[in-house]
Nanobody, 113 residues
């Protein structure tokens, strides 16, 4: 079964940092665009785009995370990362990666003091 697996979430204080990872099982991420999305608590079935990275490495960010988050990819490891700095309470959400129409199960990020 084709699968994406997210990891790296956790509890962090405001102003802190986390790095999320997205890896693929039984397929490769090397040749397709990958996006990170998030679903805030209480927002059922509404996933907001956070960042995308194209096959060639071009990136795009939601206005709310520009300057704080960085998406990158390591094709040698077939992985995509989301470095999140200067985290705010409003960044609290379940974070998902998506590629080729495939979603992972998500990793929870909680920003709280």
């Amino acid at each position: 079964q084709l699968q994406l697996v997210e990891s790296g979430g956790g509890l962090v204080q405001p102003g802190g940092s986390l790095r999320l990872s997205c890896t693929a099982s039984k397929f490769t991420l090397d040749y397709d665009a990958v996006g990170w999305f998030r679903q805030a608590p209480g927002k059922q079935r509404e996933r907001d785009l956070v960042a995308t990275i194209s096959r060639t490495g071009a990136t795009n960010y939601a206005d709310s995370v520009k300057g704080r988050f960085t998406i990158s990819r390591d094709n040698a490891k077939s992985a995509v990362y989301l470095q999140m700095n200067s985290l705010k309470p409003e960044d609290t959400a379940l974070y998902y990666c998506n590629s080729q129409g495939i979603w992972g199960q998500g990793t929870l990020v909680t920003v709280s003091s």
